[in-house]
């Protein structure tokens, strides 16, 4: 991802309060998909960290956009493998920086 051509930064789609206890940041890639990480920074519970349509309207979509997810640490799909731009896509993370890096990509109509 750092050698991506379109070289945007990375911006934070979602966050909770105490700051920073479950973050979703995201990238903008050349080929129009979207790198993100969710992480959860909780000490000691597991958590859900939810992209809902607050967050998904930060990023370059429209919505109703069908995208495929890949998951980066894997190198395969993701479990939930598909995701519609609007609708929620949560991810269970455990505690303690317990993270995901996938990238979203938009499915050819």
Not at 76 to 89: C, F, I, L, Q, T
């Amino acid at each position: 991802m750092n050698q991506d051509p379109l070289a945007k930064q990375g911006i934070t789609l979602y966050y909770t309060q105490p700051l920073g206890s479950k973050v979703i940041l995201g990238r903008e890639l050349f080929d129009t998909s979207l790198a993100t990480v969710f992480l959860n920074a909780d000490v000691l519970l597991s958590a859900e960290v939810t992209c809902d349509p607050a967050c998904w309207n930060k990023t370059h979509f429209k919505p109703g956009t069908k995208l495929a997810v890949r998951d980066l640490y894997r190198h395969s799909p993701a479990e939930k493998a598909m995701a519609v731009v609007g609708e929620d896509y949560a991810v269970h993370l455990g505690p303690d920086g317990g993270s995901a890096a996938l990238k979203f990509t938009p499915i050819p109509v």
